[in-house]
């Protein structure tokens, strides 16, 4: 059997006050209940602890050397549970995030700067990566939130719907599609197109709707950043296909972009988590302060 704190806490007031009496008052114990736990201590680690006179107590050797590991043992109790109401009270702890990079961009960077100022002790890490690898950190236990489109066949992760967005055509200024207030997917065909990366979950919505209705993209070559379709569209080398809060991110001068339609892709962006796995409570604070934000928006783009 192990020492109780009680014993621990007795043994230290006692061999500070090598009295009974002041000890008694220090841990607030009655003498008869302070010496039964020194007692119990002592048939605990097989010896005594203090050597008893008619005036006071004092410590045996072995006493001696134990009283520096039991004054380590209930510092390291009292700092686990001072730590551990940290936590709780949100004072400290950690949160790490996974995210599509239109999220990590487009959506976060308020929703991060708000809980930084309610809980500024609490550490932030944001990964900006593709779909499969949110759900893959999720559900490794890598991050404890993710947000991205939903998982498809994952009975582990739950899904939380946060944006309804749709997807816009991007060209540059003066070109002639910029003329219709709408443009038909089948338009795409024929232009140049600059496409996203093919593990990315935008770029596989687009060549599914383009194998749908059976036209072919003209691509000109497929890049990892959505600032990089951005600049070569604007110069002039072809025409793109983002989501409406990924063009926010990179609207300037040099293009424009109209609502794609028949057929109108929704996309809808959200929040994952484990499904069986209770998150910390600094985790449980964003997650509440997420919803409180009111993200249930759909784009303001009509089908």
């Known amino acids: 059997m192990n020492p109780s704190i009680k014993q621990l806490k007795s043994f230290i007031a006692v061999a500070r006050s090598r009295s009974l009496a002041e000890a008694s008052e220090r841990v607030h114990l009655s003498q008869p209940a302070l010496s ?26 072995e006493g001696e050397a134990f009283l520096p590991v039991a004054l380590r ?18 004072q400290r702890g950690k949160i790490t995030l996974a995210a599509l990079p239109t999220l990590a961009a487009g959506l976060l960077p308020d929703i991060i700067a708000g809980f ?23 559900r490794e236990g890598r991050a404890d939130l993710g947000f991205s489109v939903p998982p498809l066949a994952s009975e582990d992760l739950a899904f939380e719907t946060l944006v309804v967005d749709r997807y816009v055509l991007v060209c540059p200024l003066g070109h002639p599609l910029l003329g219709q207030t709408r443009v038909r997917w089948e338009q795409l065909a024929g232009h140049s197109f600059i496409g996203l990366n093919r593990l990315s979950s935008v770029r596989q919505d687009i060549d599914r709707v383009m194998e749908e209705i059976g036209e072919p993209l003209d691509i000109l070559c497929d890049v990892n950043q959505i600032a990089t379709v951005g ?5 002039g080398l072809g025409i793109s296909v983002l989501p409406s809060l990924s063009f926010r991110q990179i609207a300037n001068d040099g293009i424009d972009q109209r609502p794609l339609v028949v057929p109108a892709i929704r996309r809808e962006l959200g ?18 302060m997420i919803r409180e934000t009111g993200h249930r928006t759909e784009s303001h783009h009509s089908e």
């Open 36 to 61: 039964i736990a020194i007692r119990k201590l002592e048939e605990t680690v097989g010896g005594p602890l203090f050597a008893r006179t008619t005036r006071q107590l004092s410590l045996t050797p």
């Open 271 to 288: 929040m994952i988590m484990r499904r069986r796995d209770p998150l910390s409570a600094a985790a449980s604070a964003l997650q509440e």
């Open 231 to 235: 600049r070569m569209v604007a110069a």
């Open 73 to 90: 043992l209930l510092n390291d109790w009292e700092e686990a549970f001072e730590d551990l109401g940290e936590l709780f009270s949100k």
């Open 116 to 138: 930084r100022e309610r809980y500024p002790r609490i550490n932030l890490s944001l990964h900006d990566v593709l779909a499969d690898e949110v759900n893959l950190q999720v």
